[in-house]
């Protein structure tokens, strides 16, 4: 390979997994970020070696990029398992690549340091400020209500996304982020510095040099990943509104750290976590004004009662001493306690007979009038039976109906697609109508909005309660009970249950069989069963 014996003896040997493809377009500045974590791997005495890795990228995977998220975390854990290396920085950013990459490092346990891809620059359109996905949807919803012509669509599209990074709203992207550095998986202040900032490589090239200290103090995920590690990523998960697939992404994490943690432990900790960050979509800015606000660390400085401060991070200091002298530079931006943008309800957990092993809601994303709400079902059977027939008048759906759509869950789509935000049907569109009480066993974009209650579990492929609601039945939610129920009788549903047929099975062979036969439901965090608890296996031996 052309290096002298000098150069590489005695040196910790630094894997750098670099999920970029030509295709990952939120990272299209990792081949240059990846020459400054060398450099800072040199410069501490170490050994780097770039090692490419599935670039599981949001836009261009189909169904979604959610069915290859455990894939990348295979392929992290094996090429840590079976390659010479004493520790990892991890490249990633784009949704996916942040829980695949983790869950990878946590179960191969080296010394591991994370490098979030940090977001892109703010979008313009004129005046006005543009934030990813979120305006998107608005504006889409305009252009669907005959607002809006191509001229217009095309500048919008042309001004939103301006430079490398991830979606620059508090989307999934940055809400993975902000949760790998309360985790304490990055340096802090990592996780909101925009990608094309100069401080951006001064961050990778600090990576490079942490990660060789981590090697000599042995300084492993599973000294860092506790049980309370998990409560503060949540707390921070609440007060930012972040993005309902942090909740599945989470219970993979920690599935992989061997924390017990449930469902349930979301919903306690959004009750008492008021939603500080004002960020859309829940709230006004974007991820450019966080970080200059003072980031993840002066968000925490304002949840210390809320915080477990000891616990150990990448630094090799505590989370306490990460924040200690954060500052919030911008009030506007991250509120007070005293002063939220909401009281409690980052996510919402409920539960009933729609929903008997839960689903979840963003109530600050949703319109305040329908978080209670009883309506008519309307119910779609697949996703392609949904476009196909929303915008048809003769389905007569009115602003009160509810909008139904199953198989669309981890085994069902597969791979849970984000479709929980269901457009709001044309004619409603016209009418003015922008929200209405949509339900699925799907997952949302974190830069979506609305009323969308998402993530039923057992979802309609598995035959939970969702595979045999009928367009007509009622549905009751109640954000405040947290209840979710099909106002059918027990006997009837127990009914239509025994005479369900599961759908027919689409894969003989491949990844895709893999996935089906081993995927958990969205509220165990759908890891593939095998992969769950702590990693154990020792590095191969030679036979
Ligand atoms: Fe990559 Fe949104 S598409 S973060």
């Known amino acids: 390979m052309g290096y002298s014996a000098e150069e590489a003896e005695g040196r910790p040997v630094i894997a750098i997994l670099n999920s970029w493809s030509d295709l990952s377009q939120c990272h299209t500045h990792f081949p240059q970020r990846v020459q400054e974590v060398k450099r800072g791997v040199w410069q ?119 430079s490398a990074g991830t979606c620059m709203t508090m989307g999934t992207a940055s809400t993975l982020a902000a949760i790998a550095e309360t985790l304490g998986m990055t340096l802090p202040g990592a996780a909101t510095i925009p990608a094309v900032h100069s401080a951006h490589a001064r961050m990778a090239a600090a990576c490079g040099r942490r990660i060789v200290e981590m090697v000599w103090e042995d300084l492993k995920p599973s000294r860092i990943l506790s049980a309370a590690a998990f409560d503060n990523a949540i707390v921070a998960d609440m007060a930012l509104a972040g993005s309902t697939n942090a909740i599945i992404h989470l219970l993979a994490l920690a599935g ?44 925490l ?69 329908l978080l209670k709400h009883v309506g008519r079902a309307i119910v779609f059977d697949s996703y392609p039976d949904m476009k196909a027939r929303i915008d048809d008048p003769a389905t007569g759906i009115t602003a009160d109906d509810i909008l139904v759509l199953r198989n669309a869950g981890p085994l069902g789509a597969p791979g849970m697609p984000e479709w929980g935000m269901l457009p709001i049907p044309k004619p409603l569109l016209e009418q003015g109508v922008r929200d209405m009480v949509r339900i699925s066993d799907a997952r949302m974009s974190g830069t979506s909005y609305g009323t969308c209650v998402l993530h039923v579990a057992p979802e309609a492929a598995v035959g939970g309660p969702l595979a045999v609601v009928r367009t007509g039945d009622r549905i009751a939610l109640d954000v405040e009970a947290r209840r979710l129920d099909l106002l059918v009788d027990a006997a009837e549903i127990a009914r239509r249950l025994a005479t369900w047929k599961p759908p027919a099975e689409r894969f003989s062979r491949g990844y895709g069989r893999l996935y089906v036969e081993q995927t958990t439901q969205a509220d165990h965090g759908c890891d593939f069963r095998f992969l769950e608890g702590r990693g154990g296996v020792p590095e191969p031996d030679i036979f």
Not at 271 to 282: E, F, G, K, S
């Open 301 to 369: 400085s304002r949840l210390r009662p809320l915080l477990a401060l000891d616990c150990l991070t990448a630094t090799g200091r505590t989370l306490g001493e990460n924040i200690a002298g954060a500052e919030v530079i911008d009030e506007r931006v991250i509120l007070s306690p005293e002063n939220p943008l909401a009281r409690a309800g980052g996510t919402f957990v409920l539960r009933g007979s729609l929903a008997p092993d839960g689903c979840v809601i963003k109530p600050t994303a949703a319109d305040p009038r």
């Open 44 to 162: 501490a005495g170490g050994f780097p070696l770039e090692i490419p890795v599935l670039a599981v990228s949001e836009m261009f995977m189909k169904p979604t990029a959610m069915l290859y998220r455990n894939l990348l975390a295979m392929e992290t854990e094996e090429v840590l398992r079976s390659h010479p290396v004493d520790g990892v920085v991890l490249m990633g950013g784009c949704d996916k690549t942040v829980p695949g990459l983790l869950m990878g490092a946590i179960s191969a346990d080296l010394p591991a340091i994370f490098m979030p891809a940090g977001p892109m620059l703010a979008g313009r359109y004129r005046t006005e400020r543009l934030g990813s996905g979120t305006d998107v949807w608005k504006y889409w919803a305009e252009r669907q209500a005959g607002c809006l012509d191509t001229c217009v669509w095309r500048q919008l599209e042309e001004g939103i996304a301006r």
């Open 256 to 299: 992989r750290a061997g924390v017990s943690l449930a469902l349930d432990r979301f919903d306690e900790l959004s009750r008492t976590t008021p939603v500080i960050a004002n960020l859309r979509p829940a709230g006004e800015y974007l991820m450019e004004d966080f970080h200059d606000a003072g980031g993840v660390p002066a968000l």
